[in-house]
């Protein structure tokens, strides 16, 4: 469990390694939908100065029915980490200036060269892989 500001300064511990930080919650379908895409980016770069890690936004009364149960039939490889967030949207601006609230929502993040970049909506593979090679090249 964290808090957004906690997130917040765990990313900005990472230097140079890029974060790509995925936002869902169990009752939002495309997110279901695209945790996989999150999985196998992971298992790609392994060896790479990337990370990937899967947040989850459900209310905190939510998660020991629904989202502990949901993580444990998965078995995610990544690390999941549940945002306690106190509700209503102002926690988002603490993340990104520009997060409007939609879920999922995907967050690139590199501390060392300040990429801090937001994208609202849903992947393909070839996208999300074509936009984490555009920060891998730019190195």
């Not at 603490?94 to 929502?105: N, Y």
Request: proline share 6%; aromatic share 12%.
């Amino acid at each position: 469990m964290v808090t957004p500001t906690q997130l917040r300064h765990r990313l900005e511990r990472q230097g140079d390694t890029l974060v790509v930080v995925n936002f869902w919650a169990t009752w939002c379908r495309p997110c279901i939908e695209e945790l996989p895409l999150f999985d196998s980016l992971a298992h790609r770069y392994r060896h790479a100065p990337v990370r990937v890690w899967l947040v989850n936004v459900d209310e905190r009364s939510r998660w020991e029915r629904s989202v502990k149960p949901f993580i444990r039939r998965r078995q995610f490889s990544l690390p999941v980490l549940l945002l306690a967030h106190g509700g209503g949207s102002q926690w988002m601006g603490t993340l990104h200036p520009a997060w409007t609230g939609t879920i999922p929502a995907t967050l690139f993040w590199r501390a060392s060269d300040s990429v801090a970049e937001l994208v609202e909506g849903e992947w393909t593979a070839e996208e999300l892989e074509r936009y984490v090679q555009q920060y891998v090249r730019y190195r």
